[in-house]
């Protein structure tokens, strides 16, 4: 089992930057990857950015350039700086570790990013 802990949303201005963080914990050595999805209401949960055991990062073509993942393997933890916020940013962003050999995908709880105009 893996646990993941997100923080760091909240609300900031259109422009402006957050940075979320994902700690993980329990059985993170099955996962091959990590990184961030989100979800705005009424709209389907899309990836954001992932970064592998390996250390290859993919990004979403709408924050390439403006949102960077990276991840402290000594913390287990992941962190997603977001640069150049748009209000078209806002929803849920979810943390996931996976997927393990057996398919299986762990979730965070979910954080929430507002972005006003």
């Known amino acids: 089992q893996v646990q993941l802990v997100e923080s760091g949303g909240g609300l900031v201005q259109a422009g402006g930057s957050l940075r979320l963080s994902c700690a993980a914990s329990?059985?993170?050595?099955?996962?091959?990857?990590m990184g961030w999805y989100r979800q705005a209401p009424g709209k389907q949960r899309d990836l954001v950015a992932k970064?592998?055991?390996?250390?290859?990062?993919n990004y979403a073509d709408f924050v390439k350039g403006r949102f960077s993942i990276s991840r402290d393997s000594a913390k287990n933890t992941v962190y997603l700086q977001m640069n150049s916020l748009k209000p078209e940013d806002t929803a849920v962003y979810y943390c996931?570790?996976?997927?393990?050999?057996?398919?299986?995908?762990?979730w965070g709880q979910g954080t929430q990013v507002t972005v006003s105009s």
């Open positions: 996931y570790a996976g997927p393990t050999a057996w398919g299986l995908v762990y």
């Open positions: 329990g059985t993170i050595f099955e996962v091959n990857a």
């Open positions: 970064i592998t055991n390996g250390g290859n990062i």
